[in-house]
């Protein structure tokens, strides 16, 4: 058993906001959880290609849109799942930031960084 702190590790910069990553590959769970905040009034076009994610709203509010252009809100308490390694726009709040709790199958390693550019969809 073993216990970490938020306060324990690196805040990652990804782009669109944050994640604190705070169960990791080299932990050996075979999943990887992430403290992660999306800021208010930033979209970010994402697909995991070698993960599948769920994320757990904790707070704030936002909104996942897929590509067929069906948009779902996010507030606390709901949970959206990329079961398909589905390509995705994810946005903060218009005035909050949206806060999540991310889970990765397979885990992540914790060193992965987004490349968000205009012409296509980040991934890791």
Not at 20 to 37: C, L, Q, S, W, Y
Not at 89 to 95: A, H
Request: aromatic fraction near 8%; charge should be negative; glycine fraction near 12%.
């Amino acid at each position: 058993m073993f216990t970490r702190s938020r306060d324990e590790v690196e805040k990652v910069e990804w782009g669109g906001g944050t994640s604190e990553r705070v169960v990791t590959a080299k932990d050996n769970m075979g999943f990887a959880i992430a403290h992660t905040v999306v800021r208010a009034g930033t979209e970010s076009k994402l697909q995991y290609r070698n993960h599948l994610e769920a994320c757990y709203c904790i707070g704030g509010s936002g909104e996942v849109e897929d590509t067929e252009g069906n948009v779902y809100p996010i507030t606390p308490g709901t949970v959206y799942v990329l079961d398909e390694h589905d390509a995705h726009y994810l946005r903060g709040g218009k005035d909050e930031d949206l806060i999540l709790v991310s889970v990765f199958n397979p885990a992540i390693t914790g060193d992965e960084k987004h490349e968000l550019t205009a012409d296509g969809f980040s991934s890791y």
